[in-house]
Every structure is written in C-alpha cells, then in structure tokens.
C-alpha cells in the first residue's frame, strides 16, 4: 500500500468512497506521483479534503473557494512540520532513478520515513476535518 492508499483508504469511507476503490483509484499517486513530485500523503489528505467540501450542484463556487482554502491550510501544516511536500526532498533521495531507489530502500525510508509522513497527514486532517 502506498501512502496516498493509505489515506484516502482511510478517511475516505467518511465521506461515502469505497475503501476498495479509494484503493484503486489511488494506486498510481505513492512515490510522488511515480515522479518524486507531491507526496502521496499529501495527495491523498487532498482528495479527502475534496470529499467533505467539494459540491457537484448548486453553489460550486463557495464549494470550491472552501475547498481550495482548506487544502492551502492542510499543505502549510505539512511545509511547516516536513520543510516540503516533495517527495524526493522528503525522502533525501530521488526514487525515480535507480540509485536513489536503492538508497531508499536500503535505508529503509518506506518503512521508516514515509509512515511519519502519513501519520502526520492523518493528525493534520484530524484537526482540518473538525471544522
């Protein structure tokens, strides 16, 4: 599971997603993206974060200006704890390219690092999700 599964996974069910295809849907976004890009627990605490306040009908517009405030809040949390919401500067180490995969790897940074940063992905949503 990667983290973006394990988020969206998780606090999607809240919100009406079936675990199931949260973790399909989810299972191209771990590692950045496949590119070191955004973390994927980032991404997926954004999609949560869609879940609750994104509206399909009616007033899109209030919905989507909520909607992009409290990703805002949710990225500036993370920056503020991690320095960063690339995976590659969060990992120290560019797992799309052989070398740094095998850093990764060998230095255990998937089942060290990567479980801190879904924990605190999932501590920040805590907090956002109450209001």
Do not use: W
């Amino acid at each position: 599971m990667n983290c973006t599964q394990a988020v969206l996974s998780t606090y999607g069910r809240r919100y009406g997603l079936d675990p199931e295809i949260a973790l399909r849907m989810s299972g191209a976004f771990g590692s950045g993206m496949g590119m070191g890009e955004t973390c994927g627990a980032v991404t997926g605490a954004l999609m949560v974060i869609g879940l609750k306040h994104s509206n399909v009908s009616g007033s899109m517009l209030l919905s989507r200006d909520r909607t992009e405030d409290v990703a805002h809040e949710f990225v500036e949390r993370f920056k503020a704890l991690h320095g960063t919401v690339v995976c590659r500067e969060l990992l120290g180490c560019d797992v799309t390219t052989p070398d740094g995969l095998k850093t990764a790897k060998q230095e255990k940074h998937f089942k060290k690092r990567c479980p801190e940063y879904v924990k605190d992905a999932a501590l920040i949503l805590e907090e956002i999700l109450k209001d």
